[in-house]
């Protein structure tokens, strides 16, 4: 069981890191916007993982806090970005 946790930690590790480099380097707005995304899900998986192996819930309120952020956060830039374009 330690080294499904291991692999799936270093999985998850480098996947945060390709989000995080698409986040600094991205060429546009929507780059950004969609890594952002990508390393909220991945930290929701990575938290998710850490409550399966651990056998509790207490980080659920934090998954389901970390799930508004990640739908508003798209949505308020899905809003604002077209009316950029515009001008």
């Not at 990640?70 to 830039?77: N, T, Y």
Request: charged share 15%; hydrophobic share 60%.
């Amino acid at each position: 069981m330690t080294i499904v946790a291991i692999v799936a930690g270093i999985m998850l590790g480098i996947g945060a890191l390709c989000a995080v480099y698409r986040i600094v380097r991205g060429p546009s707005v929507l780059d950004r916007v969609i890594a952002s995304d990508v390393l909220v899900a991945t930290i929701m998986c990575a938290l998710g993982a850490e409550m399966a192996f651990n056998r509790h819930t207490d980080n659920l309120p934090v998954l389901l806090v970390l799930a508004l952020f990640g739908v508003l956060g798209s949505l308020s830039v899905a809003r604002f970005l077209p009316k950029q374009d515009r001008a």
